[in-house]
C-alpha cells in the first residue's frame, strides 16, 4: 500500500514539531513538506516539481499569506489535493470561508494528534472529518431557525430584504420591480427602523437568523 503524502504548514514551532515527529513515525504516512507559510510551500513545491501531496494541515494564521487566501492557490497547484483547516478559530466566517474555498475538513488544534491521524486517513479515503466542536456549528448553521412572527413585513419589502439578500443593489431592485430608487431608499429606511438595524449587513444577518424571508 503506498504511502500518503503529506505537507504541513504551520508556524507555530511547537506544533509543527509535535505533528512532524508524531505523523512522521506511521509509516503509511510520508511527509514531503513542512512550512512555515503558504508562499514557502508554494515555492518548495515548484521547485521540487513534485505534484504527489494528497493531504495539506493548513494552518490559517501564517506569516504574509492567510491559509484562507492560500486556499485557492493551493488549488490551482493541486486541484486533487485534500485540505485540512488545523487552526485555533473556531469563527463560523472562516469555517464557511475555509470549506467554501476548497478545504474538506475543519480540525481544531486542541484535537489530539491520534485524532488528526485518524482525519487524515478518513479524509484520504473519501470520508469527512470535522472536530465536534466544529461540527456543531456547522449543523446549528444548517438547523431551521423559528420565523418571527412578530415582525410584519409587506409584500413589497419582503421583495426588497430579498434582493438585499441577493445582493442587487438599489436600482437593479428598482428595476426589478419597476419602482423608483427613491421608493426602495424610503421602504430600506422603514424596514430599518421596522427591525431595529441600520446596515445592510444587519439586515442580513436578522433576515438569516430570524427567517424574516
Known amino acids: 500500500m503506498k504511502p500518503i503524502h503529506l505537507a504541513i504548514v504551520e508556524d507555530?514551532?511547537?506544533?509543527?514539531?509535535?505533528?512532524?515527529?508524531?505523523?512522521?513515525?506511521?509509516?503509511?504516512?510520508?511527509?514531503?513538506?513542512?512550512?512555515?507559510?503558504?508562499?514557502?510551500?508554494?515555492?518548495?513545491?515548484?521547485?521540487?516539481?513534485?505534484?504527489?501531496?494528497?493531504?495539506?494541515?493548513?494552518?490559517?494564521?501564517?506569516?504574509?499569506?492567510?491559509?484562507l487566501e492560500g486556499i485557492r492557490h493551493i488549488k490551482k497547484k493541486l486541484p486533487e489535493v485534500n485540505?485540512?483547516?488545523?487552526?485555533?478559530?473556531?469563527?463560523?466566517?472562516?469555517?464557511?470561508?475555509?470549506?467554501?474555498?476548497?478545504a474538506v475538513s475543519y480540525i481544531s488544534k486542541r484535537t489530539a494528534l491520534t485524532k488528526i491521524e485518524d482525519a487524515i486517513f478518513t479524509i484520504y479515503n473519501g470520508g469527512s472529518y470535522m472536530s465536534p466542536s466544529i461540527a456543531r456549528k456547522v449543523i446549528n448553521h444548517f438547523k431551521p431557525k423559528a420565523k418571527n412572527e412578530n415582525i410584519e413585513l409587506s409584500d413589497r419589502q419582503i421583495q426588497?430584504?430579498?434582493?438585499?439578500?441577493?445582493?442587487?443593489?438599489?436600482?437593479?431592485?428598482a428595476d426589478k420591480y419597476l419602482i423608483s430608487i427613491d421608493t426602495v431608499r424610503d421602504h430600506i429606511k422603514k424596514i430599518y427602523r421596522l427591525l431595529e438595524i441600520n446596515s445592510k449587513a444587519e439586515l442580513i444577518k436578522k433576515t438569516n437568523d430570524e427567517n424574516l424571508i
Open 83 to 102: 485540505i485540512i483547516i488545523l487552526s485555533t478559530f473556531e469563527e463560523e466566517d472562516k469555517i464557511f470561508k475555509a470549506l467554501c474555498a476548497g
Open 12 to 67: 507555530d514551532p511547537v506544533i509543527k514539531d509535535s505533528l512532524t515527529t508524531y505523523l512522521e513515525a506511521n509509516p503509511r504516512l510520508k511527509i514531503e513538506f513542512v512550512c512555515t507559510s503558504v508562499e514557502d510551500f508554494l515555492t518548495s513545491l515548484s521547485s521540487t516539481r513534485s505534484k504527489s501531496t494528497d493531504v495539506i494541515l493548513l494552518d490559517i494564521g501564517l506569516p504574509g499569506m492567510s491559509g
Open 160 to 173: 426588497i430584504i430579498q434582493g438585499i439578500v441577493d445582493g442587487l443593489s438599489y436600482k437593479m431592485i
